[in-house]
């Protein structure tokens, strides 16, 4: 084993601190890093994961460009980036900076993120830098402006342990910041209060005290209401909102002219009152109150006025910059915040400073020393794919983000990149629904072989460190930017040798001229954004930087809290109330389109599956799309769980299997971002999500898009299992994951095979000259199932039903870790069936330890086991990462609920 790496995970904004080495046997070797301060030594079960995602299959090894036969051929690097640099040289020249553009990710390190943002408005002088954050922060980003005047959140992780009441709006933190809820639920077990805010009972509401279900889109007019309730019960903080704040009244006129009364607030969110007063209460009651917001808060046409009627409440109580108290948006992306530090947002500079104002352009172009400077904002991610289409942009580098899968009314962006003269895209994957696309393909360094920090959300920086060899000809993301910047002529300005050189130059220019407290008094702009301490870090100093919250002081240690002295970063250094009119979603659910589609994520998948698709682990969890629906629609719309139903938007459709129990409500569904081309045949649900925007952010309303549920008839339903990849075959529905030892694919198709046999045969490779065939074939009873085996080694299974009902999958998957199958498992293969003493496991609860639910909730009714915790005493469920223990209380308040009837 070689010697551990300290390095940060590469998924969520939490930022674990993970230690990484490869063993003797060249398998990669993860753990939670029980020195890092975000997670002490925990990891979810995707951190846990992180070894099965780095093998090279699938990856890209070398720069590829379209050939003038339309194929993609590996290229040298000096000819990929010659051709990108001529392509937005030409394209500059022709049509001036505006035509040119980059959409990038807070996926990439800091360093990367500033170079980009650097070479686009320092150096070619356009603002049309944009990244997946506008579909993630930028809500909150312009919320925390207009209320703070700096994008700054406030607190810190420790406050939710320090918090008497920790309130969830749109945030499934159970499962998307997994570590967080640990620590959450801690301090709950300590006493704290629980509620969560969500439509969807899901397992962060289940852990609460209490859950409102409100109507989807309706928070701003919750919070308006909290306000009203706040102040009319005296419940404010009169001398801070006196001297520290302003905006007060307007802010109170607006919120009193539809949520004065709770009666009505409770009517429009679609909530009981008494529930609705029991949370005013709660929050009124505790002086200590954390309000945690993401997706459900953002992702909406109304997202920054929700973000800032979730921080009036806390303004006017006076609760943020102490411990225990704040707003706390928590950032989704592993760099979200990081990327926000250097500008990497169309409407952004650099170091926090604005575009639109003349003293900050000088300052940045004074550090830099650039030829010129972006004078005007640029398009934001959505408008930026519409200048696309429209021929206004004509090359555009995509780096570290899968815009067809990801963005809203996702047709239309692929379209877009169809008719582009120049797409560049730098991935570590070979194939994507956006790669497919590109004209000049970059190898990039993924996580374990790149070098450099990234921010979490409660303003952390961390190293990122590499453990693993550079593969094929990849090179780092910053490295690209700065040789294609050479090529333009701008050797200049981006000379550098290693990300530390990026690194210190970045800290530097937060410090430029910036009058922060204790800073030298020269006119300037102050923000608080300050990294001063870090600017001369020495290449050993920055190797060893361990994580650090900013703003640093002189002597380097950081800062857990702002706001402590009541000093904001507006003029006059008063917080704004921002007076928040509430409005409805942007489209209305309408006779053809009757149901709110949500979209959102499951526990163990990461967005479009480049990396986690991989891991065999991460794939039992949810191994297919679906749409989660309320019974009483599904029954409307004429669908039934476990078979698959198109769902459909004025703006495209998808088809995906039907499943209820998400706790949902009734007029609402809900589909995962996650599956795309690459995994199924048509379960792209950005093809369908509305672009309906934030005006002031320009953030998708990705929680609400009207659609229509249709039926997906089909024939018959199949599963089939292979050691080796099949074929793409032409069914009519697929979906394909990896498991430990197999790809396990489900199928479905309108028509039967006019021959199973020769076509199964065909699909599975049985022409291979040592295969052994089972079969059995029933047409009238309308089964067909066929096994492949080798040596007596299944290789290969295949079994089609009409009906969904197919052999259970973790019997299948069983049988694949066998060297040779028994004479009894071949029977109860035909049959269709575990032989009878095998007990099906059920799906996948835990994934760390592979328990399935009837398993649980067997050992539950056999053991009387009461407590999560119990369960993992008896099971070793939910002992490693936890992610599970909401659904192992689910199972265990279920079983009692059951015997007791
Ligand atoms: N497992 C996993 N974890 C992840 C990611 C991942 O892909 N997979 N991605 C990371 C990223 S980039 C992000 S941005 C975060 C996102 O983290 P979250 O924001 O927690 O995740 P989402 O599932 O997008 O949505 C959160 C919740 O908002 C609810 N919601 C929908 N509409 C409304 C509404 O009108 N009001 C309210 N109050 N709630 C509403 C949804 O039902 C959903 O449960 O997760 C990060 N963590
Ligand atoms: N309908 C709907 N759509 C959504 C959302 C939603 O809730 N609903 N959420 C939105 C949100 S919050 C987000 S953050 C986005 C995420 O959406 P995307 O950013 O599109 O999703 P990812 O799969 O994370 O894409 C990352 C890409 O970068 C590649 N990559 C990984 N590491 C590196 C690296 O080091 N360098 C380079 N160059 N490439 C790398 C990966 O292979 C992958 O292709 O989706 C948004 N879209
Ligand atoms: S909570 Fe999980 S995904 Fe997020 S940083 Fe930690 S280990 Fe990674
Ligand atoms: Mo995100």
């Given at each position: 084993m070689s010697a551990r790496v300290a390095t940060t995970c590469p998924y969520c904004g939490v930022g674990c601190g993970v230690l990484a080495g490869v063993d003797a046997a060249g398998a990669v070797d993860v753990a939670g890093d029980p020195r890092h301060p975000s997670n002490r030594g925990r990891l979810c079960v995707k951190g846990a994961a992180l070894g099965e995602t780095t093998d090279l299959r699938g990856r890209l090894l070398h720069p590829r460009m379209r050939g003038a036969d339309g194929g993609m051929?590996?290229?040298?690097?000096?000819?990929a980036l010659d051709r990108v640099a001529s392509g937005f040289r030409r394209v500059v020249d022709e049509h001036g900076p505006d035509a040119v553009a980059f959409y990038v990710s807070g996926q990439l390190l800091t360093e990367d993120y500033y170079v980009v943002n650097k070479l686009a408005k320092g150096y070619l002088g356009t603002a049309n830098v944009d990244t997946n954050s506008r579909l993630c922060m930028s809500s909150a980003v312009a919320a925390h402006r207009r209320a703070f005047g700096e994008d700054l959140v406030p607190g810190c992780y420790e406050d939710l342990e320090q918090a008497e009441l920790v309130v969830l709006v749109g945030s499934n933190t159970a499962w998307c910041h997994p570590v967080v809820f640990q620590r959450i639920v801690k301090a709950r077990e300590g006493g704290a209060k629980l509620v969560a805010i969500d439509p969807r009972l899901t397992a962060t509401g289940e852990s609460a005290d209490l859950h409102l279900p409100l109507r989807p889109g309706t928070d701003a007019w919750l919070f308006n209401g909290l306000l009203m309730f706040l102040f009319q019960h005296g419940v404010m903080d009169v001398g801070f909102v006196d001297a520290h704040t302003r905006g007060l009244n307007a802010a109170l006129a607006a919120a009193g002219a539809d949520a004065g009364d709770p009666a009505q607030v409770a009517r429009i969110c679609g909530v009981q009152l008494a529930d609705l007063l029991a949370f005013y209460r709660l929050f009124a009651r505790h002086e200590r109150v954390v309000t945690v917001f993401s997706q459900g808060v953002n992702q909406s046409s109304s997202g920054t006025d929700k973000a800032n009627a979730i921080i009036n409440c806390h303004l006017i109580a006076g609760?943020?910059?102490?411990?225990?108290?704040?707003?706390?948006?928590?950032?989704?992306?592993?760099?979200?915040?990081?990327?926000?530090?250097?500008?990497?947002?169309?409407?952004?500079?650099?170091?926090?400073?604005?575009?639109?104002?003349?003293?900050?352009?000088?300052?940045?172009?004074g550090y830099w020393s650039s030829p010129r400077i972006a004078a005007k904002p640029g398009l934001k991610a959505v408008?930026?794919?519409?200048?696309?289409?429209?021929?206004?942009?004509?090359?555009?580098?995509?780096?570290?983000?899968?815009?067809?899968?990801?963005l809203p009314d996702a047709d239309r962006a692929r379209r877009a990149l169809e008719g582009c003269e120049l797409v560049v895209c730098s991935d570590i994957v070979e194939r994507t629904d956006t790669t497919a696309h590109a004209h000049v393909l970059l190898p990039a360094l993924g996580w374990g072989e790149k070098d450099g920090t990234v921010t979490s959300s409660e303003r952390r920086i961390s190293r990122q460190r590499p453990f693993l060899p550079a593969p094929g000809e990849a090179r780092a993301d910053w490295s690209i930017v700065c040789e294609v910047a050479r090529r333009l002529g701008f050797a200049d300005g981006f000379r550098f040798e290693g990300p530390r050189d990026i690194f210190v130059e970045h800290a530097g220019l937060t410090a430029w001229r910036n009058q922060a407290p204790g800073g030298?008094?020269?006119?300037?702009?102050?923000?608080?954004?300050?990294?001063?301490?870090?600017a001369s870090l020495t290449p050993a100093a920055y190797d060893a930087l361990e994580p650090v919250q900013w703003p640093l002081r002189a002597d380097g240690t950081g800062t857990a809290r702002l706001f402590a002295d009541r000093s904001f970063a507006h003029a006059a250094g008063r917080a704004?109330?921002?007076?928040?009119?509430?409005?409805?979603?942007?489209?209305?659910?309408?006779?053809?389109?009757?149901?709110?589609?949500?979209?959102?994520?499951?526990?163990?998948?990461?967005?479009?599956?480049?990396?986690?698709?991989?891991?065999?682990?991460?794939?039992?969890?949810?191994?297919?799309?679906?749409?989660?629906?309320?019974?009483?629609?599904?029954?409307?719309?004429?669908?039934?769980?476990?078979?698959?139903?198109?769902?459909?938007?004025?703006?495209?459709?998808?088809?995906?299997?039907?499943?209820?129990?998400?706790?949902?409500?009734?007029?609402?569904?809900?589909?995962?971002?996650?599956?795309?081309?690459?995994?199924?045949?048509?379960?792209?649900?950005?093809?369908?999500?509305?672009?309906?925007?934030?005006?002031?952010?320009?953030?998708?309303?990705?929680?609400?898009?009207?659609?229509?549920?249709?039926?997906?008839?089909?024939?018959?339903?199949?599963?089939?299992?292979?050691?080796?990849?099949l074929p793409a075959a032409p069914l009519d529905y697929w979906t394909a994951i990896r498991g430990e030892r197999f790809l396990r694919y489900e199928i479905a198709h309108r028509e039967w095979p006019r021959d199973c046999g020769a076509w199964a045969r065909a699909w599975l490779g049985a022409h291979a000259a040592d295969a052994d065939w089972l079969e059995h074939a029933d047409r009238d009873a309308g089964v067909y199932?066929?096994?492949?085996?080798?040596?007596?080694?299944?290789?290969?299974?295949?079994?089609?039903?009409?009906?969904?009902?197919?052999?259970?999958?973790?019997?299948?998957?069983?049988?694949?870790?066998?060297?040779?199958?028994?004479?009894?498992?071949?029977?109860?293969?035909?049959?269709g069936e575990p032989p009878g003493g095998d007990v099906d496991p059920g799906p996948v609860v835990c994934a760390c330890f592979g328990v399935g639910r009837n398993t649980i909730r067997e050992a539950i009714r056999a053991g009387t086991l009461d407590t999560p915790s119990q369960v993992t005493a008896a099971l070793r469920a939910g002992g490693n990462c936890g992610s599970c223990i909401p659904e192992l209380r689910r199972l265990v308040t279920e079983a009692h609920a059951g015997s007791d009837t």
């Open positions: 051929h590996q290229a040298s690097w000096d000819a609760r943020l910059g102490r411990p225990g108290t704040g707003p706390f948006s928590l950032t989704g992306q592993p760099n979200a915040m990081g990327g926000r530090e250097v500008g990497g947002l169309a409407n952004m500079l650099a170091a926090h400073m604005e575009l639109d104002d003349p003293v900050h352009r000088a300052i940045v172009q408008a930026l794919f519409d200048a696309v289409l429209e021929g206004k942009v004509r090359a555009l580098w995509i780096m570290g983000t899968n815009p067809v899968v990801s030298d008094g020269m006119p300037a702009a102050r923000r608080l954004l300050h990294l001063g301490a870090l704004r109330f921002v007076a928040v009119s509430a409005r409805a979603p942007g489209n209305a659910v309408e006779r053809e389109y009757p149901l709110a589609l949500n979209t959102g994520r499951v526990r163990d998948q990461w967005h479009t599956m480049t990396r986690t698709g991989k891991s065999p682990r991460l794939a039992v969890y949810a191994s297919e799309p679906f749409v989660d629906m309320h019974p009483h629609d599904a029954l409307r719309s004429g669908v039934r769980e476990g078979e698959l139903a198109r769902v459909r938007s004025r703006w495209g459709s998808m088809v995906a299997r039907v499943r209820h129990g998400g706790g949902i409500l009734a007029g609402t569904a809900f589909a995962p971002i996650h599956w795309n081309g690459q995994f199924a045949s048509d379960a792209r649900v950005g093809g369908l999500v509305n672009p309906v925007l934030d005006p002031v952010s320009g953030q998708p309303e990705f929680k609400h898009t009207p659609v229509r549920v249709e039926p997906f008839p089909v024939r018959w339903y199949g599963c089939a299992f292979s050691r080796d990849d199932r066929a096994v492949r085996l080798a040596q007596g080694r299944i290789e290969a299974c295949v079994f089609l039903s009409a009906r969904p009902a197919l052999p259970p999958r973790p019997w299948l998957a069983g049988l694949f870790a066998r060297d040779r199958l028994e004479e009894a498992d071949r029977a109860a293969l035909l049959a």
